[in-house]
Each structure stands twice: as structure tokens, then as C-alpha cells.
């Protein structure tokens, strides 16, 4: 089974990356690049943590990495503050999906954990899942940060994950964390969605991770 992974430079993703490899999946990871919103360094950790799980399983491990920055800004130009991190996934999401398809890939590997941030609500999921028919699979979901961090330190992406690093400056001090599709869909009807989509995978830069 070929899967596409959301991957970041942070704890979770690559942890969820590792327990679909182990289940014998193929894997296409995908970083969503949110410079000038986060470190520049970003990319460069990813790349780190992909090849550090890459080596633990013997594979090769294709990524694409696509500019959000310009998507971001549209968002934080057009919309209500508040709804920032529910849109931005929505857009990683539909950026995943379109990758997903050129790769012929079957569904959407996440990090996310129920609850772990404002992003991750049941709600939220709900309402950032709507903005794609591509399945996806969420191998954390139930595990809380200490099991989360156990897995990483046994398969060495941890130290790498905590690196510092500057966390992304657009999140909101309130964020939403009770999603309404109908409020969303408001909100996404002031932005060229498809364009911008469109115009983040075409740029995406592809790299193999061995």
C-alpha cells in the first residue's frame, strides 16, 4: 500500500511516519515549507528525520516539499484570525491529495492526536477532514505525548524533533476550537482555493531521502 505523509519537523509525524513503514507500507512524505511564518531550518530537519527513519527501515523515502507561505498569507489577509490553523490544514490536506493522486497513492498519513492541540479537537478534525475525500489515517490518535516521545527516543528521531527551532508565528492566541464547516466554507470562499492548491504542488521540490 502507498500512502502520502504530512511530515514536520516536530515529534508526532514522524513517529506516525514509522509506524505505517513498519506496517510495510510505501511511503511519499510531503513538508508543508511555511517560511517566512516559521525557521528557514525547517526543511532541513525533515530532511534529517526522514532520512534517520529511512535508514531504520532500509527504504527509500521520496519527499516533496511546497511553499505554504503564500497560502498562509492569503489566509491571514482574507480571514478571521481565529480560524488560522483550521484553514491551514485544510490547505495541507488538499495539498496531500493532490499529491496523493499524481503518486497514486491511497491515502493520508497525520500525526495528529486527539485533543493534542487546538487544531486537533474532534470538531476540528471533522471539519479539516471535510475538505478532501482522500482517507486518512491517523496512527497517534489514540496515544498520549509521553507514548508518543517513548516511540520517538526508541527510533532516534527524537533528539532530532527537539532541535530548537522557531515554532510558526501565525497561530492564534484564540484559536478555534470548535470548527463549524458552514463558518469555514465562509471563510474559504475569499480565497482563490484551487489556484493556490494548484499553485503548491506545481512548486513543490522533490528530493529522495535514502
Given at each position: 500500500m502507498k500512502l502520502v505523509t504530512l511530515i514536520s519537523g516536530g515529534i508526532d509525524s514522524p513517529v506516525a511516519t514509522h509506524l505505517m513503514l513498519d506496517?510495510?507500507?510505501d511511503i511519499i512524505a510531503v513538508h508543508m515549507d511555511n517560511t517566512p511564518y516559521i525557521d528557514k531550518k525547517s526543511s532541513e530537519k525533515?530532511?534529517?528525520l526522514l532520512k534517520t527513519i529511512a535508514k531504520k527501515h532500509n527504504t527509500k523515502i521520496?519527499?516533496?516539499?511546497?511553499k505554504h507561505g503564500p497560502t498562509q498569507a492569503e489566509?491571514?489577509?482574507?480571514?478571521?484570525?481565529?480560524?488560522?490553523?483550521?484553514l491551514c490544514k485544510r490547505f495541507m490536506y488538499r495539498t496531500a491529495e493532490e499529491i496523493a493522486k499524481k503518486e497514486?497513492?491511497?491515502s493520508i498519513i497525520t500525526g495528529e492526536s486527539m485533543g493534542q492541540v487546538a487544531s486537533q479537537t474532534l470538531d476540528n478534525l471533522y471539519v479539516e477532514d471535510s475538505a478532501i475525500k482522500t482517507k486518512i489515517l491517523r496512527p497517534l490518535i489514540g496515544l498520549d505525548k509521553t507514548e508518543i516521545i517513548d516511540i520517538a527516543k526508541e527510533?532516534?528521531?527524537y533528539d532530532i524533533s527537539i532541535l530548537p527551532g522557531e515554532c510558526c508565528s501565525l497561530v492564534p492566541k484564540f484559536p478555534e476550537t470548535h470548527g463549524k464547516i458552514k463558518e469555514i466554507e465562509i471563510a474559504e470562499s475569499k480565497i482563490?482555493?484551487?489556484a493556490l492548491v494548484k499553485k503548491s504542488v506545481e512548486n513543490a521540490e522533490v528530493f529522495e531521502i535514502s
Open positions: 506496517k510495510g507500507c525533515v530532511k534529517t521520496k519527499l516533496y516539499i511546497a489566509i491571514v489577509k482574507k480571514c478571521d484570525k481565529k480560524l488560522t490553523c483550521i497514486k497513492a491511497e527510533i532516534g528521531t482563490d482555493v484551487k
